[in-house]
């Protein structure tokens, strides 16, 4: 029978996915078995948060119902969820790795209390991403320039190469879980007896002991240094986007790949010049003869000085396309252009002849 996942939850078919983490939350608290509710109602408002707290099971349930998570007599299976590495669960008692905790409960560790599964992973961990801002004046951006910039990160131990040992160190198979990286214990939860296998704490979960930790960087493979770094900015870069260099970001430990580092772009705004794209808008002011009878002026562009054929008759407000004017485009797809907005200046304050006159001309 097919469970209504929306009912249990209390939200609707349309619910977006905070409001489902927050019917989730409040009901989790209502029924959690610790305060004196019920352990039925708490596991299967758990299985429906597993399902709708993500996007894509949530989709599939919509399509085919819980039928979908291969609902066992017993409980879940979780192994039904299907290419997401949860094959460690089986009925009954379950059996899982720590290391996959931090994804599934990932929402709601502090009522598991299983918070901190991910650390001592087996695995050694890819160095973490870096945020950084990179100020640029307007020029800069749209040709293109070339900075420095100068930041502190986690970089790999030149001392031990990364590996954490002291050279000459020994380094041998743990004892404590004969290389395994792993040991097993049971928790008592309220979902049952679960097996847990965590990093094993006499190594760490390396699975190898080292005789002696490289003295630089205290058996990490990863020290804290200033470093200085070139950076090419793209011609056409515009405010608010981001550059990633790859790989420029902290190292990983023991040998693991460094991460990205993302600058994102603050461009300054220019006094003359409006960016819009890869347009330019700019804005002249033309006299009232100017405008009525034409001429040409000067116009400043990003690319140095033109001049504008003003045509008789010009209007206040008539914008002018001057092509090809504006900032070039990023991976060279072409360039945009420029347009100047004319605003005709209309003289106040004239003297009595200077109004006859204008009276006499009729127009
Ligand atoms: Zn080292
Ligand atoms: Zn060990």
Same mark, same amino acid.
Request: with cysteine; hydrophobic share 30%.
């Given at each position: 029978?097919?469970?209504d996942?929306?009912?249990i939850?209390?939200?609707s !078919? ?21 305060k004196?509710?019920n ?20 989709q ?28 460690g ?19 709601f560790?502090?009522?598991?209390? @299983? ?35 100068? @930041?502190?990160?986690?970089m ?5 190469q990364?590996?954490?040992a ?5 380094i041998?198979?743990c ?11 049971? #928790? ?17 979960g ?6 002696q930790?490289?003295?630089k ?6 020290y ?7 950076v ?33 772009i603050?461009?300054?705004?220019h006094? !003359?010049?409006?960016?819009?794209g ?11 003869? #100017? ?12 690319? /140095? ?6 045509p ?7 914008? @002018?396309?001057?092509?090809? !004017? ?9 360039? /945009?252009? #420029?347009?100047v ?13 200077q109004?006859?006159?204008l009276?006499?001309?009729g127009?």
């Amino acid at each position: 029978m097919s469970k209504d996942y929306y009912d249990i939850l209390g939200v609707s !078919k349309t619910a977006s996915a905070d409001e489902i983490k927050t019917a989730f939350r409040k009901k989790a608290h209502e029924h959690h078995p610790d305060k004196g509710g019920n352990a039925e109602k708490f596991k299967e408002l758990n299985e429906a948060y597993q399902v709708l707290g993500n996007t894509e099971k949530r989709q599939r349930y919509d399509q085919f119902g819980s039928a979908a998570f291969n609902q066992g007599g017993g409980g879940a299976n979780w192994g039904g969820f299907g290419g997401q590495g949860f094959g460690g669960f089986q009925n009954g008692n379950m059996n899982f790795d720590m290391d996959d905790l931090g994804d599934i409960f990932g929402g709601f560790g502090d009522i598991f209390g @299983f918070g901190g599964g991910r650390q001592g992973a087996k695995r050694a961990a890819r160095g973490r991403d870096m945020e950084m801002n990179l100020n640029l004046d307007f020029m800069a951006a749209a040709f293109g320039t070339e900075k420095e910039i100068s @930041f502190a990160k986690n970089m790999v131990c030149g001392h031990c190469q990364g590996n954490g040992a002291e050279p000459g160190a020994k380094i041998e198979t743990c004892g404590h879980c004969h290389g395994t990286g792993r040991v097993a214990s049971v #928790q008592r939860t309220i979902l049952g007896n679960i097996q847990t296998q965590s990093p094993c704490p006499s190594c760490g979960g390396e699975g190898k002991t080292i005789s002696q930790k490289c003295t630089k960087c205290g058996g990490t493979g990863v020290y804290r240094d200033q470093v200085k770094i070139k950076v090419r900015v793209p011609a056409g870069i515009n405010d608010g986007e981001s550059i990633r260099l790859s790989g420029q970001g902290e190292a990983g430990q023991k040998g693991a790949s460094a991460g990205d580092l993302y600058l994102r772009i603050n461009v300054a705004p220019h006094k !003359k010049f409006k960016r819009e794209g890869y347009d330019i808008k700019t804005e002249e002011t033309i006299s009232i003869q #100017q405008a009525i009878l034409g001429d040409k002026i000067d116009v400043e562009t990003i690319h /140095g000085a033109l001049k504008l054929k003003i045509p008789e008759g010009t209007q206040s407000g008539t914008i @002018f396309k001057l092509r090809d !004017k504006g900032v070039t485009k990023l991976h060279n797809r072409g360039i /945009g252009d #420029q347009y100047v907005k004319i605003s005709v200046k209309i003289p106040s304050g004239l003297n009595k002849k200077q109004k006859t006159l204008l009276e006499e001309l009729g127009i």
